[in-house]
């Protein structure tokens, strides 16, 4: 089996349905340009029956995107599809992405429908789709909450229409990771024709838990990850693409791996935060301005000592700035004699000691001691000692 773990961005239509986040043409461009330099497999450029701008968005995205797949999202609905292939019709690689509600919260509640009717028409849009395109993704919305052995029976039938690829979304977030990568797991094992196509996570974070159940779905034999920069998306986000990349990139012992440049996350998480104005929250994961920061003495001590004790991750290896030693009331000795070593101030272990006491003073006082204090410090010390 191919231990290649394809990346589908859908920061472009997922992540771009948080409000206040709607990009115009020319900045969707702009993005999809670096998304297909960041290594990115899969550019979800839109939904282009949604708006005519999102309809241009798409068709503009597909003629200037060389070597990733362009992607448009359909409803399981004739007219949807006709649209997206018209939206995809200058892309070098097109993918059509259609599908429908299996839970049977969505057959009852949403279509009123049966069981047996959902497969019928998740059958007719692939169909309808594999007429324009040779790619068709299908996605079985709420597969988080749909009953395994009639999910299935969906993957089997769109596979035999065929589907190249099949999304099993935990949509509103509800799995668990273990019973995520059951749901995955249960669907290898028992979908006949499952060799002919790539199994796809796309989980949403409601419960905080979408990066883990994406990671359990490709362990256990899925090998598509639809995934967001900065895990932005509806209600509480999609999977983050920084997450789950890293994980595979650390946990080698998986044998599993993407393509991503991994030193372009935090550059591109900030092109993404400013264009989007959506500011990324400091203690998140990978790209945080405090991801690589440490400002516990104990914490403090043992990485100026050995980077790796407190930091899996190289800040390089990300395209981070660096990791950095924040000077907190909880720092100690060693945090302050490296600062003042980085300001070029060569103090003894009695300096040191000394002007620790001045420190804590100051830092009980303050969120965090910062440079113009600590050069005030030195110099009023310097001063004393020349005097003296």
């Given amino acids: 089996m191919d231990q290649k773990v394809h990346i589908f961005d ?25 998304l297909e330099e960041l290594g990115v497999d899969i550019i979800e450029a839109g939904f282009p029956i949604s708006s005519p701008g999102d309809f ?78 040779d790619d068709v993704e299908f996605f079985a919305e709420d597969a988080g909450r749909t009953d395994n052995e009639y999910l299935a029976r969906v993957v089997e039938a769109v596979i035999a229409a065929g589907a190249t690829v099949v999304n099993i979304p935990d949509t509103t977030g ?15 094992n028992n979908v006949p024709n499952v060799d002919k196509a790539i199994l796809s996570c796309h989980c949403h974070n409601d419960l905080g838990l979408a990066t883990a159940n994406s990671i359990s779905g490709v362990i256990s034999g899925a090998r598509q990850i639809e995934c967001t920069i900065n895990g932005l998306g509806e209600r509480a986000g999609n999977t983050s693409l920084e997450e789950v990349v890293m994980i595979i ?33 400091p203690n998140k994961a990978i790209v945080g301005s405090n991801a690589f920061s440490h400002s516990s003495g104990i914490h403090q001590d043992g990485f100026l000592k050995d980077a790796q004790t407190y930091e899996t991750i190289n800040p390089e290896q990300v395209g981070a700035e660096g990791s950095k030693i924040v000077l907190t009331a909880r720092s100690g000795r060693s945090a302050l004699a490296y600062r003042f070593q980085k300001l070029g101030y060569e103090f003894t272990r009695n300096d040191i000691d000394f002007l620790y006491e001045q420190f804590v003073l100051v830092a009980d006082g303050k969120k965090e001691v910062i440079e113009t204090d600590l050069r005030k410090m030195a110099e009023a010390y310097v001063r004393e000692k020349e005097i003296a």
């Fill in 10 to 34: 859908t920061t472009l239509r997922d992540g771009e349905q948080v409000p206040g986040c709607k990009l115009n043409t020319k900045e969707k461009l702009h993005l999809a340009v670096q």
């Fill in 56 to 133: 241009e968005s798409v068709s503009q995205i597909a003629k200037v995107i060389k070597h990733a797949t362009v992607c448009g999202l359909t409803r399981a609905v004739q007219k949807d599809i006709e649209v997206a292939a018209q939206a995809l019709k200058y892309a070098v690689r097109p993918r059509i992405h259609t599908g429908i509600g299996t839970s049977d919260f969505h057959i009852k509640s949403k279509f009123n429908s049966t069981r047996e009717e959902i497969i019928a028409r998740a059958i007719q849009a692939v169909k309808w789709a594999k007429n324009f395109v």
């Fill in 174 to 188: 509800y799995c668990l990771p273990d019973q995520y990568g059951q749901k995955i797991a249960y669907l290898m």
């Fill in 249 to 281: 990139e650390q946990h080698k012992h998986l044998g599993l791996y993407t393509n991503v440049k991994t030193q372009m996350l935090n550059p591109l998480s900030r092109e993404v935060a400013d264009i989007m104005r959506m500011p990324v929250q």
